[in-house]
């Protein structure tokens, strides 16, 4: 073999190692519902703590393909449409249920409307509370 052909199997070689190696990480960051409910606890309690913070009530909204945010004012609902409290649509092959109807309002004092959702997908459920002061995400064991 000559010092060309040897540089070509190796070129070849790193282009392979390299697509298989971005492969491998595409797969590792496919959604879960793990991600998933904790992503919602952490939009919820960020969405309480601008309701306190900011003085305004501040609304849970769902439909069926996910979950945002909204101010309530005098003309009714209006959608948050900044990244942090935007609406949020889930991956294919998820759902979310929850205990209470939308919309689900946060209080300004710290003592929104407590409430539960559970998030679902294939063989995985999660659930994430909400007190009224603070969310967070446990996984369900059947």
């Avoid at 199997?9 to 190696?21: P, T």
């Avoid at 904790?38 to 769902?62: E, K, N, P, S």
């Avoid at 409307?113 to 969310?135: E, F, I, N, S």
Wanted: charged share 15%; proline share 6%.
């Amino acid at each position: 073999m000559t010092l060309i052909e040897m540089l070509i199997v190796l070129a070849i070689i790193g282009v392979a190692a390299g697509a298989v190696s971005l492969g491998i990480g595409s797969a590792t960051r496919a959604p879960n519902v793990e991600a998933e409910a904790r992503r919602l606890a952490v939009r919820l309690q960020a969405a309480a703590d601008d309701a306190m913070l900011g003085d305004q009530l501040i609304a849970l909204t769902t439909d069926t393909h996910g979950y945002g945010f909204a101010r309530v004012g005098p003309r009714g609902l209006t959608p948050i449409t900044d990244d942090a409290l935007a609406f949020h649509t889930l991956p294919g092959g998820m759902v979310m249920a929850l205990d209470t109807a939308p919309p689900v309002i946060l209080g300004v004092d710290g003592t929104g409307q407590p409430l539960g959702a559970t998030v679902t997908g294939g063989d995985q459920t999660w659930r994430v509370q909400y007190d009224g002061v603070t969310a967070r995400a446990t996984k369900v064991t059947p």
